[in-house]
């Protein structure tokens, strides 16, 4: 079955601790993308990768790290210095980039710190 | 810079009344795409529809219908005979052609009631 997952599902940390996120896809996807989620809000763009070995900011990346050694691998450090931790976060990703490629997701990671 | 705006926060409907969830966008780029996303409880995005900004012809597909008024920036979805199934938080979100970033919008929660 051809698709995205991520694991946990829930994870909880306390306040001070850094915390990866897993991201694996196996649709053979050149893009992935890392999202984050508020109640009552709309997704939020973390980071994006284009190809293996390169990444760029979205819109939200203070906090966060990312790493993309290997094109089926896009995993998120959550460090301390994120103010907000507590979210939910959504891995996609999309044959290529550009706005044409659809980008499928995963089924998210529920962060909770306290 | 983008925007989208999906005006209703929460929409409560019987089952079998249609519904009808509003999209406003806001693009300088003169290609683009267009998308709706639907997230059930589970937390996963699930890809409905995809429309280019040179295409508004109306789409079907079963009982979701796609109204896309390059006039009015708008890009509305209706759900007809709605179904409990139907339940869930409908995003609209918008990419450039030459851009990885999709905005979304807040999000419409739709709820169904038997």
């Known amino acids: 079955d051809g698709g995205i997952t991520q694991s946990p599902k829930y994870l909880f940390r306390k306040e001070g601790q850094n915390v990866t996120l897993s991201c694996e896809q196996n649709?053979?996807?050149?893009?992935m993308y890392w999202y984050r989620q508020d109640p009552g809000q709309g997704l939020r763009l973390i980071y994006y990768?284009?190809?293996?070995?390169?990444?760029q900011k979205g819109d939200i990346a203070e906090g966060y790290s990312v790493s993309r050694e290997k094109k089926e691998s896009f995993p998120l450090t959550v460090t301390s210095a994120q103010k907000n931790p507590t979210a939910f976060y959504l891995c996609?990703?999309?044959?290529?980039?550009?706005?044409?490629?659809?980008?499928?997701f995963g089924p998210g990671t529920r962060l909770t710190v306290t | 810079a983008q925007k989208v705006t999906q005006a209703q926060t929460e929409i409560s409907v019987v089952e079998k009344e249609d519904v009808t969830l509003d999209c406003v966008y806001e693009t300088r780029d003169t290609t683009y795409y267009l998308f709706w996303y639907k997230q059930p409880p589970s937390g996963e995005l699930v890809f409905l529809i995809r429309r280019n900004s040179f295409d508004e012809q109306n789409e079907i597909s079963g009982r979701y219908s796609w109204n896309f008024q390059k006039s009015t920036s708008s890009f509305n979805f209706t759900i007809t005979a709605s179904q409990v199934v139907d339940s869930a938080v409908y995003f609209c979100a918008l990419i450039s052609s030459n851009d990885y970033k999709l905005s979304f919008g807040a999000g419409t929660t739709v709820t169904v009631r038997a």
């Open positions: 996609a990703s999309s044959i290529g980039g550009g706005g044409a490629d659809e980008q499928y």
């Open positions: 990768s284009q190809i293996v070995n390169d990444f």
């Open positions: 649709l053979n996807h050149d893009a």
